[in-house]
Structure formats: structure tokens, C-alpha cells
């Protein structure tokens, strides 16, 4: 009996060493393969990006920088909007192509924002304005004319959050009735 009682404590045993070598080896990989993506680390491998790849600039997918980056781009969104309803109040000229100078609209919009210009760029970039030139500056370009590519209601029924956080706003596509 007390052969098989030892028999048996000894096998428990093994499986417990057994069970801590595992854990050990399964740490020892851990930290190795985090020690790889560890620029201060010796056995720091460079990643290799395919700027082609459709997950190229993209935050994992639902982890809290995608929640945060679509959160924000809910946030623009509502800003170009806010923005274009200010030009358009403040525009002379008749929709679609209504026009304000950017000095004015500098003034006007500094009372709600300092994101005037990142905000005519983005608006730019989704065909919602247009002006000369690549950058706009106070004093230089103030008599620069901000002009509307189409009227505030078309601009409010398109203009939509995307829900990807690297393109954040999404235009419509404009239906043409028969």
C-alpha cells in the first residue's frame, strides 16, 4: 500500500514539475517575442509595413484607439458641419458657390474654434470648399475668398460620420432623381 501511495505522490509530482517547466518555457516566448518589438532590446527585429495592406495606419480593430478615433471622427465631422453653416451665414453670393474672404471668416469663426484652417483643409479634401493655394494664414491671406462647392442643405444631408477612424467623414453620394 505504501508503494502505491508513493507511486502515486511521485507521478503528482512529475506533473507538477511538468506543469512548471510549461509555465517557465510559455514566459521565456512571452517576453522573447516582446523583447522583439522592443527597440531598446538586443534582439530588436525592424517591422516590416505593407503600405498596400488594408490595415495600413489602422488601430487594431476593437481596441480603445479604433473606439477613440471613431469617437473623434464623429467629433470633426460635427465641426466641418458647424463650419460650413458658418460660412454659409456669413457668405455673400448665391448657392452653390456662395464665397467669404478668409479674413472674415478668421474673425468670425475664432469666437467658436482655433481649428479654422485644419478644418478648411479637411472640408477641402471632401469637395465641401475651395480656395487658392495649399495653406491659408492669417494677415497674408485674408482677402483670400473661401467658396462653397454646393449649397448647406446637399452639405447637410451627405456630410456623415464615417466610422473609420482614418477617413473620419464620408460624403454621400449625391442621388440624382430621373
Not at 35 to 57: A, C, H, I, Q
Not at 136 to 149: A, N, P, R, T
Amino acid at each position: 500500500m505504501e508503494q502505491i501511495l508513493a507511486k502515486k505522490a511521485a507521478q503528482r509530482h512529475r506533473g507538477s514539475v511538468l506543469n512548471t517547466v510549461k509555465m517557465f518555457s510559455n514566459i521565456v516566448a512571452k517576453t522573447e517575442e516582446e523583447l522583439k518589438r522592443d527597440p531598446g532590446s538586443s534582439t530588436y527585429v525592424e517591422p516590416k509595413y505593407d503600405k498596400n495592406s488594408s490595415d495600413y495606419g489602422r488601430p487594431p480593430p476593437g481596441s480603445k484607439t479604433e473606439r477613440r478615433g471613431i469617437k473623434a471622427g464623429v467629433h470633426v465631422c460635427r465641426e466641418v458641419l458647424f463650419l460650413m453653416e458658418k460660412i454659409d451665414e456669413s457668405a455673400e453670393g448665391s448657392p452653390p458657390h456662395k464665397y467669404v474672404a478668409f479674413g472674415r471668416l478668421f474673425y468670425i469663426y475664432a469666437l467658436y474654434s482655433d481649428k479654422l484652417v485644419g478644418m478648411l483643409l479637411r472640408a477641402r479634401k471632401y469637395g465641401l470648399v475651395t480656395f487658392d493655394g495649399e495653406m491659408l494664414y492669417q494677415g497674408q491671406d485674408d482677402s483670400k475668398l473661401i467658396v462653397m462647392m454646393m449649397p448647406i442643405e446637399e452639405i447637410r444631408e451627405r456630410l456623415k460620420p464615417s466610422g473609420d477612424p482614418k477617413n473620419c467623414i464620408t460624403l454621400l453620394q449625391h442621388e440624382n432623381p430621373l
